[in-house]
């Protein structure tokens, strides 16, 4: 499992834990070019700084910063 992997699955147990994401698809993947890249709803993004929305922005962070502290 690469790192987007890694985060990803931090993120959907977070996910598990937020009442008001239940019904929200966001996913950490990586992109074709090796990045990494969001999903949020159906919508694709470059990278975390570019979700639009902070409540998801925040998590996803949220998410990264526990990964860091368990790589």
Request: proline share 4%.
């Amino acid at each position: 499992m690469g790192i987007a992997g890694q985060i990803e699955k931090v993120l959907q147990q977070k996910l598990l834990s937020r009442s008001d994401m239940f019904t929200r698809s966001i996913h950490v993947g990586t992109a074709p070019d090796g990045s990494l890249r969001v999903e949020v709803d159906g919508r694709f993004y470059p990278g975390i700084d570019q979700v639009t929305e902070p409540a998801v922005r925040e998590l996803l962070q949220a998410a990264v910063k526990e990964w860091e502290l368990t790589a």
